[in-house]
């Protein structure tokens, strides 16, 4: 069984090393989010203390799944945005355990954030994804649209510059 939950800045801060080897695994399995070395612990630890502090002041909102007890899955809506930005949240960190995917998961979180983003007055999301990644198809299928292709926008774990696909979805008010 599978349970989202969304974490406070305490809580988050308590599991920092789940979180961590949730991001660890990712990132060692090639994925495209801000990391390029898995090995990496102490940068990837300071990110998740950082994000629960974040999280504490009411910056960012983090939604994780839980899989027998085990976090094997986070995903992050930023609010913090300028105040002609106030209206939209960025979509961020939305990552699966290698050994969790294709249950679901993701799609569940990414319905999770559109509805707190729309609960928290939000009427637009906006994320970026490696272009052509499997989960631009995820979020295609949620209704996003595409705005646009950076080319060469982020160095993969693999040392080669790759483009993003920058995203966007209009929400109702809630």
């Known amino acids: ?4 939950i969304w974490l406070n800045g305490e809580q988050a801060q308590q599991q920092l090393d789940a979180l961590s080897r ?7 399995g090639g994925a495209s989010v801000g990391f390029t ?3 990496d612990s102490m940068t990837i630890r300071r990110f998740w203390q950082s994000a629960s502090m974040a999280v504490a002041q009411g910056e960012k909102a983090l939604a994780v799944a839980r899989q027998n007890g085990e976090i ?3 995903l992050m809506v930023v609010l913090a ?3 002609n930005g106030r209206h939209r949240a960025e979509i961020c960190k939305l990552l699966v ?9 993701a799609r569940a979180l990414m319905v999770m954030a559109e509805s707190y983003a729309r609960k928290a007055g939000r009427t637009l999301l906006v994320l970026d994804t490696r272009s052509d990644d499997f989960a631009q198809a995820l979020y ?9 292709q950076i080319p060469g926008y982020a160095c993969s774990t693999q040392g080669v510059l790759e483009a993003t696909t920058v995203m966007y979805k209009r929400l109702d008010k809630a």
């Open 1 to 4: 069984m599978i349970n989202y």
């Open 22 to 28: 949730v991001l660890t695994a990712c990132v060692a």
């Open 37 to 39: 070395d898995a090995t």
């Open 72 to 74: 094997v899955a986070t």
């Open 81 to 83: 945005m300028p105040v």
């Open 97 to 105: 355990h290698p050994d969790a995917r294709r249950q679901g998961i």
């Open 140 to 148: 295609l299928s949620l209704g996003w649209q595409v705005a646009g």
